[in-house]
């Protein structure tokens, strides 16, 4: 490849990758979701007042919901969110921006890894186009900024052998912020850092000054991190997602256990909950090879047996299969296949751990090795068919063809995520919730209170909404009046409780919000209903009546 | 010697594993067991029940009811001929193998994880179609790889592919590739006439047993009858002509997409998690909620895939890859889920895979102790947990089935 080219072409990765992030960033996903609204408002408040919504000063985990978020997106959303504002945009321009940058990550690991421009260049480009992490990359997900994070990290690492890990605190540095970062990466790094310890073994005992200079600076990063994760408030979440909370688990499995009940001690041994708990956590973590979930129907914007797509693109699937092929006949040098093969292997582990099946947010961080694997099987293919002795116009037919199947495979997944999620998925993206706040912050004054029920849903009341972070976020409170509150629940004369027709109706002057299961407009006079909320496919969801 | 006396360890212990306990009604009796006793005796045709026996299985299960009245003996003696198909079943894999890996190690390896593979094990346990269509096909095969040298083989090779697509529903797209590949090897040769005619005189008989072919179709091609996919597909088209792009529904989604659900189908069937681990819940299968393979093998398997192509030549390795991916097929056009008692055919090209992973794996002394160690474990513990789930599933299916044949039937 000429010199120059490389870099003309990863700037225009880039730039559709920034342009794929970046379009209509604030109407879709068509609404913020729970995490966003809290997150944007935690940010807005450290903005106004270097205090999250609960008061506590230039804290290191948010309280937020209980589940004590990590810090770093929200203190990076700050600038944004000063400039750009409390909005959809402004919410999600800071994980937008950074997983726009990660292709250029990938471009540099895969270019150490393959030492090929044109690799790194397809990896890239995959990467960019990737339908998994422009997903995440759109609705503030900590798992971008720590998966950038990590990249770097690793990026930096291997780039640093060849000059004696010279930058290898700078490497330590982006692990640890990775670490503050997302709660998955705590139990894949350390992980990790074992099989590049393994892996490069020689390198690093050659140069241990500069690994102990990166262990000194990461542990006093790390300090404040490891008081966190050793208190309650830190093990919040890990426990409450903790695979051994799975309902599958917990009352299916252990349920049939008991109910044989009296079991022998041969029983328990070779069929008990110690059996049944690792049989579970092997399903789980080899359902993450599952080349359906990859590249059929990994990404659930649509209902079962609904045309879906993959984590993946399908075209992608025979050259993935032919880069594992690639992999295996020694195209690489062995302590870069032990490399990414042991990332292969870690890569499930912290998703296989939690409390849901193929979940693709918790497994991110083995995002960049599939993308390898099709990069390597594409280059390998298109370099024997270059070489084929073929008519040259036979053969711009076959690049046209391929141009078309490219073609096809986006608009398909333009059509999936723009059209056909929202269309079938609104309600799990908590829409409506913000014309709800929005309406109720303009009429809450003519109303003695204001009582929004937060549990809704198609099925049935299956979603638990958060309405007082989207009245927060859309109402723009002044977080000085939510801390001085006994909590950012309580502000105005808003609550959120159940809400109950036959009881409620009895209310003085109130208004009601709640969904069509609590408020039915069968029961409910039409003239006390002052608005329905529809969700993105049309379908009533919220109905907000006045008491009488 | 030692080749003989490893050899008849191997099938002595396939053997005790398959034949004990046979007869006992603690096993409870299996849905096609009852079919059995209720079903005619007319050999040569379907019974009118929903679970239908195919003639050939039908004449060979029937035995037992000409000779006996008691019940519980005719079940009994019906196993037997299943215990035996399931010895012949591993005594042709042993053949097959030798042909295949040259390397007798490799042979043992291979055919040691079908002696312990539990799906293998509980088939020659219960009256089951499948039991019979496994061993013909596997027949057919090893009289096709016979035939590439000796022409006259692949005739044979037809006729007990026809004999397995009358047996087992599930043989049917098997036995159809191999019909198909025993006419398109003789092709452009004189013999080519006698391997059309074989295929043709099945073609007949399957025209002649209408209600057996109709089964027989419906059977093994659930998933294109699937409603969900058509309303599915119309849906996703309704909504993009809502938003005024009328065209763009019709190009993105339409009947087209059958082909793609059944490729997701295809891949699912090889799910690591269903075949090596627990199978997902409301599974077709007939039998236990474990995978058809033990999970301590699934290294070696990813293991033997990657060095096969360095055991074999590329063209070699890659046809017994291609021969695992069609081997999947007859479970992916069920319905759309895994499917195990379908997926027994794709158990043979894997073990093919783990006789070359384990004989890598058995050079390095040290660990073979923690492999045996592991490998007990893991198959007492599928063991148990496969006859719990079996007397669960089988007892309360048919608890209504088998106290009526029980009480009904015992004279």
């Known amino acids: 490849m000429k010199k120059g080219k490389p870099n003309i072409i990863l700037l225009l990765i880039t730039f559709l990758s920034f342009a794929l992030r970046f379009w209509k960033l604030a109407s879709f996903p068509v609404s913020l979701n729970i995490d966003e609204v809290v997150i944007g408002y935690d940010s807005y408040s450290i903005l106004k007042t270097a205090k999250d919504q609960w008061g506590s000063f230039l804290p290191l985990a948010f309280q937020s919901i209980g589940d004590y978020k990590a810090p770093v997106l929200i203190y990076l959303m700050v600038p944004a969110i000063k400039i750009f504002g409390l909005n959809e945009f402004g919410i999600r321009f800071t994980v937008a921006f950074f997983g726009s940058l990660t292709p250029l990550l990938i471009f540099f690991l895969a270019d150490y890894f393959f030492k090929r421009k044109e690799i790194a260049l397809i990896a890239s480009f995959l990467l960019a186009i990737s339908p998994w992490h ?21 990026t930096i690492f291997c780039r640093s052998i060849p000059l004696k890990g010279k930058f290898w605190w700078l490497s330590g540095i982006f692990f640890c912020l990775s670490l503050y970062t997302y709660h ?38 790390l300090l404040p991190l490891a008081s966190i994760m050793l208190s309650p408030q830190g093990q919040t979440r890990a426990k409450s997602v903790f695979f051994t909370n799975d309902y599958e688990l917990r009352v299916v499995k252990f349920g049939e256990i008991e109910k044989r009940g009296g079991i022998s001690f041969f029983e328990k041994i070779l069929n008990g909950k110690p059996v049944a708990t690792v049989s579970f956590l092997l399903k789980r973590y080899l359902e993450y090879s599952d080349i359906s979930y ?41 302590d870069k296949i032990f490399l990414a093969f042991g990332w292969l292997l870690l890569g499930p582990i912290p998703s296989a751990l939690s409390n849901n099946s193929q979940h693709s947010l918790r497994s991110l961080t083995l995002i960049p090795i599939p993308q390898f694997l099709s990069a390597l099987g594409l280059f390998t293919f298109f370099n024997w068919f270059l070489n084929l002795n073929i008519a040259e116009n036979l053969k711009k037919i076959f690049y046209f063809l391929c141009s078309l199947l490219l073609l096809s495979s986006f608009i398909y997944y333009f059509d999936l995520y723009y059209v056909q999620f929202p269309y079938h998925y609104s309600h799990y993206l908590m829409y409506g919730l913000k014309e709800v706040a929005l309406y109720a ?34 109402g723009r409170e002044d977080p000085r009046v939510v801390q001085a509150g006994k909590s950012p629940y309580e502000f105005e004369n808003f609550s959120y409780r159940p809400v109950y027709w036959p009881e409620d109706q009895k209310l003085k002057n109130s208004l009601l919000v709640a969904s069509f299961w609590q408020l039915s407009p069968e029961e409910v006079p039409a003239e006390q209903i002052v608005k329905v909320v529809k969700l993105y496919n049309g379908k009533p969801m919220f109905y907000l009546v006045k008491t009488k | 010697m030692d080749k003989i006396k490893t050899s008849l360890l191997i099938f002595i212990f396939a053997f005790i594993l398959r034949g004990v306990p046979l007869g006992s009604p603690l096993w409870g009796i299996s849905q096609d067991e009852i079919s059995l006793i209720r079903g005619t005796t007319q050999l040569f045709s379907c019974t009118n029940e929903g679970d239908c026996f195919l003639p050939v299985s039908l004449f060979f299960f029937s035995w037992p009811k000409i000779f006996l009245t008691n019940t519980l003996q005719i079940i009994l003696w019906a196993r037997v001929i299943t215990l035996t198909l399931g010895m012949v079943t591993l005594i042709l894999s042993y053949l097959l193998f030798k042909k295949i890996l040259k390397d007798s190690s490799l042979v043992f390896f291979a055919l040691f994880t079908l002696v312990f593979c539990p799906q293998l094990v509980f088939l020659s346990k219960f009256v089951s179609p499948l039991a019979l269509g496994l061993p013909l096909l596997l027949l057919s095969i090893y009289l096709m790889v016979k035939g590439l040298h000796y022409w006259q083989y692949l005739v044979f090779s037809q006729i007990f592919s026809g004999l397995a697509l009358f047996s087992s529903a599930y043989a049917l797209v098997p036995s159809l590739i191999l019909l198909f590949l025993s006419i398109f090897l003789t092709l452009g040769k004189k013999k080519f006439i006698i391997c059309l005619s074989a295929f043709f005189i099945f073609l007949v008989w399957f025209f002649f047993n209408k209600y057996s072919s109709f089964f027989l179709i419906k059977r093994s091609l659930v998933f294109f009858s699937e409603p969900g996919f058509i309303n599915a597909i119309n849906s996703s088209r309704g909504i993009l002509r809502e938003g005024g792009h009328f065209l763009l529904g019709k190009i993105l989604y339409n009947k087209l997409y059958f082909s793609i659900f059944w490729l997701s189908n295809l891949f699912r069937q090889y799910s690591l998690a269903n075949i090596f681990s627990l199978i997902e819940d409301s599974g077709n299968s007939t039998l ?31 046809i017994l890859l291609l021969v695992l991916f069609l081997a999947g097929i007859p479970a992916s056009l069920l319905s759309p889920r895994f499917n195990q008692d379908a997926f027994v055919f794709a158990l043979f090209p894997m073990a093919i895979y783990l006789g070359i992973g384990l004989s890598g794996f058995f050079k390095k002394r040290g660990a073979i102790f923690i492999l045996i160690m592991l490998f007990t474990l893991n198959f007492l513990i599928t063991t148990f947990k496969v006859v719990l789930d079996f007397k669960q599933n089988v007892r309360l299916k048919n608890q209504k089935n088998y106290l009526s044949v029980i009480k009904g039937n015992f004279r």
Do not use: C
Request: no cysteine; hydrophobic share 55%.
């Open chain 1, 134 to 154: 422009i997903h995440y990359s759109r609705a503030t997900f900590e798992a971008i900024l720590a998966l950038f994070f990590f990249l770097s990290g690793v």
């Open chain 1, 294 to 334: 990859l590249f059929f129907k990994g990404m659930n914007y649509t209902p079962d047996k609904f045309p879906a797509i993959g984590l993946m693109y399908l075209f992608e699937l025979p050259f993935f299969l032919l880069g594992i092929f690639k992999l295996t006949q020694k195209s690489l040098t062995k």
């Open chain 1, 184 to 221: 998955a990466e705590r139990i894949f790094i350390p992980l990790f850092l074992v099989v590049l310890l393994l892996v490069y073994f020689k390198e690093i005992r050659k140069n241990f000054k500069n690994v102990l200079v990166a262990l000194i600076i990461s542990f006093i990063i």
């Open chain 2, 288 to 318: 236990f909620t474990v995978g058809p393979m033990l999970i301590v093998w699934f290294p070696f398997f990813v293991w033997g895939v990657l060095e096969s192509f360095k055991y074999f030549s590329f063209k070699k390795a890659a």
């Open chain 1, 441 to 474: 912050w303009e009429h809450h004054n003519e109303y003695e209170q204001v009582i929004i029920d937060p549990d809704f849903g198609l099925e049935g009341k299956n979603i638990t909404g958060i309405p007082f972070a989207y009245l927060l976020v859309y």
